[in-house]
Nanobody, 119 residues
Framework: QVQVVESGGGLVQPGGSLRLSCATS????????MAWHRQAPGEQRELVAY???????YYADSVKGRSTIARDDTKNTMYLDMNNLKPEDTAVYYC?????????????WGQGTQVTVSS
C-alpha cells in the first residue's frame, strides 16, 4: 500500500498565499513524477502542476507565474507554493504520484485537501 500524505489546505483571503505538501515513501518518491490536480464543485478535475523525478516542471496557464512546484528528495516531499490566490483557485487539491514504468493511467492519489479563497 502506497501512502500519499497531503497537507496545507485551508481558508485564504484573495491575494494570499499557501503551501501544499505531498509526501510518500522514499522508494516511490525518487522514481515518481509528482503532481497536483484540483477539482472545483461541478467541474472536472484538472492538472495544476507537476514535477518529474529529474526536476522538470509544468504549470497550467491558470497558475503559471503565481505558483512554484518543488521537491525535496531528503524529505520525500513535494511542495506547491501558490501566491496571489484568487477565488477561482477554490477547489479540492489532489496529489498524484506516478512512478516511472507505471502503465497508462495507473497512479496513486491522495484523499484531497480543500483550498478555499474567500474574504
Amino acid at each position: 500500500q502506497v501512502q500519499v500524505v497531503e497537507s496545507g489546505g485551508g481558508l485564504v483571503q484573495p491575494g494570499g498565499s499557501l503551501r501544499l505538501s505531498c509526501a510518500t515513501s522514499e522508494s516511490i518518491f525518487k522514481i515518481s513524477t509528482m503532481a497536483w490536480h484540483r477539482q472545483a464543485p461541478g467541474e472536472q478535475r484538472e492538472l495544476v502542476a507537476y514535477i518529474t523525478s529529474g526536476g522538470s516542471t509544468y504549470y497550467a496557464d491558470s497558475v503559471k507565474g503565481r505558483s512554484t512546484i518543488a521537491r525535496d528528495d531528503t524529505k520525500n516531499t513535494m511542495y506547491l507554493d501558490m501566491n496571489n490566490l484568487k477565488p477561482e483557485d477554490t477547489a479540492v487539491y489532489y496529489c498524484k504520484i506516478k512512478p516511472a514504468g507505471t502503465m497508462g493511467a495507473s497512479a496513486y492519489w491522495g484523499q484531497g485537501t480543500q483550498v478555499t479563497v474567500s474574504s
